[in-house]
């Protein structure tokens, strides 16, 4: 299957590339054999990186992401991660009043925001630059509504995130081979 059919399946399933992200930028990361070799396997990666080209720091799909875990360093990062799973899940104003705290040397962090009119403190783990896996799936609970759910592809330390109803995440996972499965 072409890298263009692949493409069309997706954005059947509402997994389209960005407004200017075109083939020539997913072909400057990877070869068009290694997308084609493998239908489905290497895109659905590939949706949840950045262009790996100037102007840097722009999403291949807004509707995905990789989230590598090893990926904690500093206050700030908690509230990154919280915010792009909006942007997953096309709820950008979804989380509100959200501050973090991260200190790896003395192992303290914690997270608060609002959501739905909720205020959420949690107390997050601190294990060195990992990102704390418990206070992630609390993230995705507090976004997940309407029959849409995060599913995840693993990737090694990290993972593509998918904000799905139950019927496109099936859809999906038709096309890939069961590539996808429920999140945390």
Wanted: glycine share 8%; net charge negative; aromatic share 10%.
């Amino acid at each position: 299957m072409t890298l263009e059919e692949q493409l069309d399946s997706l954005a059947e399933l509402g997994l389209s590339l960005n407004d200017g992200v075109t083939i020539d930028d997913l072909l400057c990361s990877f070869d068009r054999e290694q997308f084609e070799g493998e239908p489905f396997g290497l895109i659905l990666f590939a949706l949840g990186t950045e262009v790996e080209r100037p102007p840097w720091g722009w999403s291949v799909c807004s509707r995905a992401w990789n989230l590598d875990m090893e990926c904690i360093s500093e206050t700030g990062d908690y509230v990154q991660i919280a915010k792009r799973l909006c942007e997953v899940a096309n709820q950008p104003d979804l989380i509100t009043d959200i501050e973090d705290y991260v200190n790896l040397e003395t192992g303290e962090a914690w997270l608060k925001y609002s959501v739905n009119g909720k205020r959420r403190d949690y107390t997050v783990a601190v294990e060195d630059d990992w990102a704390d896996p418990d206070t992630i799936a609390r993230i995705m609970s507090d976004i997940e509504r309407d029959g849409f759910r995060f599913y995840g592809k693993n990737n090694g330390q990290g993972t593509i995130w998918y904000y799905l109803d139950s019927d496109t995440a099936a859809k999906l996972n038709a096309l890939s081979n069961g590539a996808l499965a429920v999140g945390p």
